[in-house]
């Protein structure tokens, strides 16, 4: 059982220091506030929110930072890795890593102008971690809508959640790899002079690892462009432009573009949603004392 209390009694300073951490490296580096809502999500899909992705190879592990989705892709391991340390100062063997990453995701989005929420907390750390499960529960770039809201429905998330969260593609960068497809193959459903611009900086062989925004208008801050530009066909993902595409999701992502307001608390509900993902509480696993090994 979460609650947004837990830490009241127990470390009372828990949150403002990882929110410190958190607003230090993303003044750093705006993209990290990207970087580390995705991690918060790649997460929560693989066994649950239980920290399990922080976890590196060893003796008992079998690292889900080398699984596809996650390999030279998700980043942002070491702000994590600091704001644990910067609480075990404070308060040592308390605080859970996968509370932190969930707060660490929350605290992104409102530095980056997105939605604040009540974090429920009390997950805690994982002793495994699976990256057979994140090679097969993770979303790809080139999936149908249907597998993507089965996948989503897997988790317990609704289309409209799935959505939602998708919209925070309205931050963050791509590499050329997973948008190439896309803008070679003279497909209906993307705009021509979008496609031949992402093409210059990402070539039919060749810059596997060059960057693209995923929304080109505002890619640094936290808004509902992402929704107007799937209407105009320049969604950067095969998967972001299936979200508009003549099928059973249209209304939703009309209607985003439409109110932002709506956007935006629709997009902290599911979040808060998918941080309840099958987490560990109790004298479930452990609390870590630090996010990248097991005690
Ligand atoms: C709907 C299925 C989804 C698919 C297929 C998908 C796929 C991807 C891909 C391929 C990238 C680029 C990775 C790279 O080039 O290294 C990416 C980036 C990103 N994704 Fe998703 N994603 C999905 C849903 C989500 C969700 C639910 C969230 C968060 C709630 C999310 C947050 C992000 C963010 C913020 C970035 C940018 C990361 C950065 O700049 O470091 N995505 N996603
Ligand atoms: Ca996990």
């Keep these: 059982q979460l609650s947004s209390t837990f830490y009241d009694s127990t470390c009372p300073n828990a949150l403002t220091t990882i929110r410190t951490a958190i607003r230090t490296a993303i003044s750093r580096e705006r993209r990290m506030a990207a970087s580390l809502i995705r991690l918060h999500f790649h997460d929560c899909f693989v066994q649950g929110c239980d920290a399990s992705i922080l976890l590196n190879d060893s003796s008992t592990i079998t690292s889900e930072k080398n699984a596809l989705p996650n390999l030279n892709s998700a980043r942002g391991y070491e702000v994590i890795d600091n704001a644990k340390s910067q609480v075990e100062k404070i308060c040592p063997g308390v605080v859970s890593c996968a509370d932190i990453l969930t707060v660490a995701a929350r ?46 429905g897997a988790k317990g998330l609704s289309a409209r959640d799935m959505v939602a969260l998708s919209g925070s593609h309205t931050i963050g960068q791509a590499q050329c790899f997973t948008f190439r497809n896309r803008i070679y193959n003279n497909a209906s459903d993307i705009d021509a002079g979008f496609a031949s611009t992402r093409r210059r900086q990402c070539p ?11 929304e080109l208008v505002t890619p640094n801050s936290f808004d509902n462009n992402y929704f107007k530009n799937l209407i105009q066909k320049k969604g950067l993902l095969a998967s972001d432009q299936v979200l508009f595409s003549g099928g059973s999701t249209d209304s939703i ?43």
């Design 253 to 295: 992502v009309d209607e985003y573009s439409k109110n932002p307001t709506k956007f935006k608390s629709d997009f902290a509900a599911a979040m808060i949603k998918m941080g309840d993902i099958n987490s560990l509480t109790g004298s479930e696993g452990q609390i870590r004392k630090l996010c990248y090994a097991v005690n």
């Design 107 to 152: 605290d992104a989005s409102f530095a980056v102008g997105g939605p604040s929420w009540i974090v429920k907390l009390g997950r805690r750390d994982s002793t495994t971690a699976s990256l057979s499960s994140a090679n097969t529960e993770l979303p790809g770039f080139g999936d149908s809508l249907d597998r993507l809201v089965s996948m989503f």
């Design 204 to 214: 039919a062989t060749g810059g596997n690892a060059n960057l693209a925004p995923l």
